[in-house]
């Protein structure tokens, strides 16, 4: 499968504790993961707002991910619930003005996981791949073509 190059911008809002946890293994364990991901910390995942999403995508990620503390499991009780709904939500608008729902998700996990944090943006740098680049993202210009 090629990739023509493309290289997609992730944007991963993260809660502080497991999430960036996760990461924060993930680089003690020297465990790869794309370099085009950025992450932006949230002091719970419960915090991540639609506009949020809509904002990363504006200022040119090309998918969307939040990490959130497992299910049952959130420091803040119910923010990772809040988060789901708001994904959910948020998917079905990026249905609606052509986007695609496939450049947003959610994973769960616990701070010791950075495996799984990897994992995760592997995975969504690679569904992101199969969709090209956003729809949002100005041409870039060349003079010579």
Do not use: W
């Amino acid at each position: 499968m090629s990739d023509n190059g493309f290289d997609p911008e992730i944007t991963i809002f993260t809660c502080i504790y497991c999430a960036y946890m996760a990461a924060d293994t993930a680089g003690a364990l020297r465990l790869t993961y794309p370099a085009g991901t950025k992450m932006v910390k949230l002091p719970c995942t419960g915090k991540v707002d639609v506009e949020y999403i809509l904002e990363a995508f504006e200022q040119g990620a090309d998918g969307v991910c939040v990490v959130a503390c497992p299910l049952g499991n959130c420091h803040h009780v119910g923010g990772n619930v809040r988060a789901t709904k708001r994904v959910a939500y948020t998917r079905k608008l990026l249905d609606n003005i052509g986007l695609g729902s496939g450049r947003l998700g959610i994973y769960y996990m616990s701070g010791g996981q950075g495996h799984a944090f990897a994992d995760a943006a592997k995975e969504m740098t690679e569904k992101v791949k199969k969709l090209g680049p956003s729809p949002l993202k100005q041409p870039t210009q060349h003079p010579h073509k």
